[in-house]
């Protein structure tokens, strides 16, 4: 998973705009609690907004590189700031589109993002909302397919349902009511085409993939 480290809302609403839809899952933070995250959660790649406190995103990436060396940073800096911190620097002209694309590159050729989320049972299109299971069409709306491909990226873990909230609803607005109803959906499609329970949940940790499924 990414970390994306920022203090702006613009910035912050990357995951929703630009991430999700490419299939990047992103936790989002700002950065009182950014060392939290990065001790807690499977991260594979930071994004650290050094505006407006360029001092503050290099003290991060000096902590985050001291703990976790292999680490990939990326680094967002003013067109007139000179930063100094142990990752990749992108500048911010002020074109966000820009930055955006600046962003997913960093996180596909940088950190390797993994797109392949396919086996014999599931197979799971990042290029469209297409999806089949047990070799039928397996119909999913956004938000649906967003869940399985999460579950798929942490299969076969058991996925906590606030890092599935996090994760697959960075726009912050959806409970795990809601969680559960979509899941619910999802294993009530999965069971007419043959596969009951899908998605299993798991009493107090969350929700994790059938194992049948991943093999």
Request: charged content about 20%; some cysteine.
């Amino acid at each position: 998973m990414i970390l994306l480290v920022s203090d702006r809302q613009t910035v912050r609403g990357l995951p929703v705009s630009h991430f999700l839809p490419a299939g990047i899952f992103t936790y989002t933070c700002p950065f009182e609690t950014a060392r939290f995250f990065a001790r807690e959660k499977q991260i594979s790649g930071a994004i650290l907004d050094g505006i407006p406190s360029l001092a503050q995103a290099q003290a991060l990436a000096e902590d985050l590189r001291a703990e976790y060396p292999e680490l990939p940073m990326l680094l967002i800096a003013a067109p007139e700031d000179l930063p100094n911190a142990p990752a990749q620097t992108v500048r911010d002209t002020g074109d966000f589109p820009a930055l955006a694309e600046h962003l997913l590159a960093f996180i596909r050729r940088t950190v390797g993002w993994q797109h392949d989320f396919s086996t014999f049972s599931l197979s799971l299109s990042l290029e469209s909302n297409e999806a089949t299971l047990l070799g039928y069409p397996f119909a999913l709306s956004f938000r649906e397919l967003a869940i399985l491909r999460c579950l798929f990226a942490f299969a076969p873990n058991t996925v906590s349902a606030d890092d599935l909230l996090l994760l697959c609803f960075p726009e912050g607005r959806q409970r795990a009511a809601n969680l559960s109803v979509q899941i619910s959906r999802i294993n009530r499609r999965a069971a007419k085409l043959g596969l009951p329970n899908l998605i299993l949940s798991e009493y107090g940790n969350g929700y994790r993939l059938n194992r049948a499924v991943l093999t």
